[in-house]
């Protein structure tokens, strides 16, 4: 499905609560897509936090996929 998303020239937006499941799908999507996916969790400062909305809402397409906490980002949610 998500081949299917980014062939289309759309963004993904996927969520986990599982930090360390979070850290593997990254990994994962990265060696298949080949390209930069970001990863926001509880670890992620402000500043980082917003840095990554940042890139990811860029119209440009170098980072199309980015995996969420859902339980985090009280902030800049407004943005997806």
Request: charged share 25%; proline share 1%.
């Amino acid at each position: 499905m998500l081949e299917e998303v980014l062939d289309e020239g759309d963004s993904a937006l996927i969520f986990t609560q599982f930090a360390e499941m979070g850290s593997m799908i990254k990994t994962h999507f990265q060696k298949v897509f080949g390209q930069e996916v970001l990863y926001l969790y509880g670890g992620v400062n402000q500043k980082q936090r917003d840095r990554i909305v940042m890139r990811f809402s860029e119209k440009r397409g170098y980072v199309r996929i980015i995996i969420r906490n859902p339980f985090i980002c009280a902030c800049s949610c407004e943005h997806y």
